[in-house]
């Protein structure tokens, strides 16, 4: 699954211009300029800052996928990590 993600995001960023690198992780790269946002959303989330009542199952998805887009996103998403708050 992780070399289809890996492909998709690299002809995802060589459609919006970005050179194509011969060393690095295609999925980290296109993970960084979207990693704000995808923090930002998660964990509005995961802290239920909404008017409805957020199931606790849609939170822990939330949380999972947080984790996996670290494990993926490796150094490239350490620009969001002022995003991440402890409530």
Not at 33 to 38: N, R
Not at 45 to 72: L, Y
Request: proline share 3%.
């Amino acid at each position: 699954m992780r070399s289809s993600l890996n492909q998709m995001a690299s002809m995802i960023l060589i459609a919006n211009g970005e050179p194509k690198k011969k060393k690095g992780h295609a999925a980290g790269r296109f993970l960084h300029h979207h990693a704000l946002g995808l923090m930002a959303q998660l964990t509005d989330v995961i802290n239920d800052t909404s008017v409805v009542r957020v199931p606790f199952h849609e939170r822990r998805r939330c949380i999972t996928a947080m984790e996996e887009m670290i494990r993926i996103g490796k150094n490239d998403v350490r620009i969001a990590r002022p995003q991440v708050s402890h409530n």
